[in-house]
């Protein structure tokens, strides 16, 4: 079943929400897939059974070069790379024509290196998670899970993993640590806990929390897993020109359709060419 059907049987078991203004959101890797189902339900909704009025997306993961690109500038701009380095890297990175893959991926290690631990990637001026009785969070092997620089990380870029996009590097070289205060930007109702995964990881994984879920004690949860296997193969292409084709589609006359591509500035991990059209 493709996913517009679902979205069928959705309104079909749930008729009373069949004119509902119906809406799609993502974030991260939903830069890819959200714009591909909005063009899939404008392709297949020409008798209007769906109330299909638009799409957000926040910090998606849309062109992997200028994602890259993004994330170093966010890195310098919050005060964590030195001028020369950036300099040195914004003259020979930052033009995808003229990419020097080496002399790049060098440069970001040194970058990465540079910046030290204690930073969360997605949170830069947040706290992160100090608790000891948590460092074993995220568990080995969860892959997407560590998220912070970690020199022994860097030791295993190997030549294969060099074929690597720049941002996929970056990310791998990323493991979590630091510091546990309210950032002071945040409003005071707007508490932030930075030990909260960790605290959810170690609920999950309770026998009585099992149990009532009907989950197989031998399974350990984790954040995220290498165990599931799906295709990667358009995981880094510039996803642009879906973006391009939905744009056309919202000028339409009469169309209605709404889009909003935003991007944080404390998120150094997904950025991408960021615009609003409704």
Not at 63 to 80: A, C, K, R
Not at 85 to 98: F, I, P
Not at 106 to 131: K, Q
Not at 165 to 178: D, E, Y
Request: glycine letters at 8%; a negative charge; aromatic letters at 12%.
């Amino acid at each position: 079943m493709d996913n517009y059907k679902l979205i069928q049987e959705f309104f079909a078991r749930f008729p009373e929400r069949g004119e509902n203004e119906f809406y799609i959101a993502s974030e991260s890797f939903g830069g890819h897939y959200i714009p591909h189902l909005a063009k899939e339900i404008l392709e297949q909704n020409g008798s209007g059974d769906i109330n299909f009025r638009g799409f957000m997306v926040g910090n998606p993961y849309v062109d992997p070069f200028s994602n890259q690109v993004t994330m170093i500038e966010t890195y310098f701009w919050h005060g964590l790379i030195a001028a020369p380095l950036y300099r040195e890297w914004k003259h020979s990175c930052t033009d995808a024509n003229n990419y020097d893959e080496g002399t790049c991926y060098e440069l970001v290690d040194s970058m990465m290196e540079e910046s030290g631990g204690g930073i969360n990637p997605y949170a830069v001026d947040y706290p992160v998670c100090t608790e000891p009785d948590n460092n074993d969070y995220p568990p080995s092997g969860t892959g997407a899970g560590a998220i912070a620089f970690d020199a022994a990380a860097a030791e295993e870029v190997s030549t294969t993993s060099r074929k690597m996009t720049a941002s996929a590097q970056a990310t791998k070289l990323m493991q979590r640590s630091g510091g546990a205060i309210n950032p002071p930007f945040l409003p005071e109702q707007d508490v932030y806990h930075p030990c909260a995964e960790a605290h959810l990881f170690s609920y999950l994984n309770r026998d009585d929390v099992k149990d009532a879920l009907h989950v197989d004690k031998s399974k350990g949860w984790a954040m995220c897993t290498d165990d599931i296997e799906f295709s990667q193969e358009d995981s880094d292409t510039n996803q642009m020109s879906l973006y391009e084709d939905l744009i056309l589609a919202a000028r339409v006359d009469g169309s209605n359709l709404k889009m909003m591509v935003f991007s944080g500035d404390d998120d150094s991990g997904k950025h991408t060419h960021t615009f609003s059209y409704t």
